[in-house]
């Protein structure tokens, strides 16, 4: 892999906790080698012009707003939380999540929150407040510092909090009342370091090699042998990303067409084409794609 090199180094966050090992896969896969032990905040990365820092999602949101860091990856949920003015660059789909109200089922009138005033516990104070403004509630707001969902029904009524699967919401007898957001892993850039032309290079193709593996995710490779007669018939059944590779065979009794196909369109497409008239289909995971 080429080193991305700038004149000026890049200062770049990786998040520390859930979001850590996903992350640093990603860059594993991208080619991009993070090499850290459990309390290593400073860890190295096989990637020149660039310095690494491990800091929490929230930290590494205000760093970024205010231009301390220059490139990160963060929840969605925490820059929207911070209001922070950033650049979001791609994507992830990594530790997606649902920011929710939740209640104990006890007290609800209908399904619905009571008119009663309320005691609202979250980490998430400017979104909860936001939240209780917009739904016209009569509710004080009480800032958790984790294990948010261990507070009602003694010492809240209601949370905000996020939640992936629902499961600890329901081990403590909550059930979601409402949805504020969903969130997940994004890569964002400070509104600085996208202005600065010795960084924003770097910056870009940083992102251009982590979005082709990505993207890669998203597909597999078919390749199907296939007669003349039936060309046009098995190219037809391959959804593919522009237009699909065809090479004559050896023996010129046909064709080798090779396609990158939506990995979830897959158990569509071998029948299809089958029934089309292809045959010997092989399929394989490719590691990046660069569109």
Same mark, same amino acid.
Not at 86 to 112: H, K, M, Q, W, Y
Not at 194 to 213: H, L, N, T, Y
């Given at each position: 892999?080429?080193?991305?090199?700038?004149?000026?180094?890049?200062?770049? /966050?990786?998040?520390?906790?859930?979001?850590?090992?996903?992350?640093?896969?990603?860059? /594993?896969?991208?080619?991009?080698?993070?090499?850290?032990?459990?309390?290593?905040?400073?860890?190295?990365?096989?990637?020149?012009?660039?310095?690494?820092?491990?800091?929490?999602?929230?930290?590494?949101?205000?760093?970024?707003?205010?231009?301390?860091?220059?490139?990160?990856?963060?929840?969605?949920?925490?820059?929207?939380?911070?209001?922070?003015?950033?650049?979001?660059?791609?994507?992830?789909?990594?530790?997606?999540?649902?920011?929710?109200?939740?209640?104990?089922?006890?007290?609800? #009138?209908?399904?619905?929150?009571?008119?009663?005033?309320?005691?609202?516990?979250?980490?998430?104070?400017?979104?909860?407040?936001?939240?209780?403004?917009?739904?016209?509630?009569?509710?004080?707001?009480?800032?958790?510092?984790?294990?948010?969902?261990?507070?009602?029904?003694?010492?809240?009524?209601?949370?905000?909090?996020?939640?992936?699967?629902?499961?600890?919401?329901? /081990?403590?007898?909550?059930?979601?009342?409402? #949805?504020?957001?969903?969130?997940?892993?994004?890569?964002?850039?400070?509104?600085?370091?996208?202005?600065?032309?010795?960084?924003?290079?770097?910056?870009?193709?940083?992102?251009?090699?982590?979005?082709?593996?990505?993207?890669?995710?998203?597909?597999?490779?078919?390749?199907?042998?296939?007669?003349?007669?039936?060309?046009?018939?098995?190219?037809?059944?391959?959804?593919?990303?522009?237009?699909?590779?065809?090479?004559?065979?050896?023996?010129?009794?046909?064709?080798?067409?090779?396609?990158?196909?939506?990995?979830?369109?897959?158990?569509?497409?071998?029948?299809?084409?089958?029934?089309?008239?292809?045959?010997?289909?092989?399929?394989?995971?490719?590691?990046?794609?660069?569109?």
């Amino acid at each position: 892999m080429t080193p991305i090199t700038t004149s000026d180094t890049i200062r770049f /966050a990786i998040p520390k906790g859930r979001m850590q090992d996903k992350v640093v896969r990603l860059l /594993a896969d991208a080619g991009i080698g993070v090499s850290a032990t459990a309390r290593d905040y400073r860890p190295s990365i096989a990637l020149d012009g660039f310095e690494v820092k491990v800091l929490k999602p929230r930290a590494i949101v205000e760093m970024l707003g205010a231009g301390a860091r220059d490139l990160g990856f963060a929840g969605e949920d925490w820059v929207a939380e911070s209001d922070a003015d950033l650049v979001e660059l791609l994507d992830t789909g990594l530790n997606p999540v649902r920011l929710i109200a939740a209640a104990p089922e006890s007290i609800l #009138e209908s399904g619905r929150l009571p008119t009663r005033p309320l005691v609202v516990a979250s980490e998430y104070v400017g979104l909860t407040r936001r939240w209780i403004e917009g739904r016209g509630l009569d509710a004080t707001l009480l800032r958790s510092y984790g294990a948010t969902e261990v507070l009602p029904p003694e010492d809240a009524d209601c949370i905000v909090d996020n939640t992936a699967t629902g499961s600890t919401l329901a /081990a403590n007898n909550l059930v979601i009342v409402d #949805e504020l957001m969903t969130s997940s892993t994004r890569l964002y850039a400070s509104r600085e370091a996208m202005d600065d032309p010795s960084k924003c290079p770097g910056i870009e193709r940083f992102v251009m090699i982590v979005q082709a593996v990505l993207e890669a995710r998203k597909r597999v490779m078919v390749e199907v042998n296939v007669s003349a007669g039936a060309l046009g018939a098995v190219i037809e059944a391959l959804p593919c990303m522009r237009e699909p590779t065809v090479s004559a065979l050896r023996s010129e009794s046909g064709y080798a067409v090779k396609a990158a196909v939506p990995r979830a369109e897959l158990a569509r497409v071998i029948p299809s084409i089958k029934r089309a008239g292809g045959t010997d289909v092989v399929v394989t995971t490719p590691e990046q794609i660069v569109v």
